[in-house]
């Protein structure tokens, strides 16, 4: 069982920046892709970015391209997203999953393990 901690939300004015982190009990953590994945009020959870293993292959969903960045340190078994120009619409519980492969994917249904999410109010 594979146990994720988010944290680095907070309240942010709108053009603001903010860190998340996602540290992972896993020792293999190289082994598994991670995603990002943002919840707004009364809508579904939705895919935001996501790496592969090694670190090598990224992914955005549009909404946030050019805006955020993903990276992580195995030697942590942390996993960041970088926000950036932060909108009111970014406002969200956002959460960190962890995938089974070394291959990111979009789909939640395809991650086996998910934090309590943090977080991020985007004020404007």
């Known amino acids: 069982q594979v146990q994720l901690v988010e944290s680095g939300g907070g309240l942010v004015q709108a053009g603001g920046s903010l860190r998340l982190s996602c540290t992972a009990s896993e020792r293999t953590f190289s082994y598994y892709a991670m995603g990002w994945f943002h919840r707004a009020p009364g809508k579904e959870r939705a895919f935001v970015a996501g790496?592969?293993?090694?670190?090598?292959?990224?992914d955005f969903a549009d909404s946030v391209k050019g805006r955020f960045t993903i990276s992580r340190d195995n030697t942590k078994n942390t996993v960041y997203l970088q926000a950036n120009s932060l909108k009111p619409e970014d406002t969200a519980l956002y959460y960190c999953?962890?995938?089974?492969?070394?291959?990111?994917?979009?789909?939640?249904?395809?991650?086996?393990?998910w934090g309590q999410g943090t977080q991020v109010t985007v004020s404007s």
């Open positions: 790496i592969s293993g090694s670190g090598n292959i990224t």
């Open positions: 999953a962890a995938r089974r492969s070394s291959v990111p994917v979009t789909n939640r249904i395809a991650y086996d393990y």
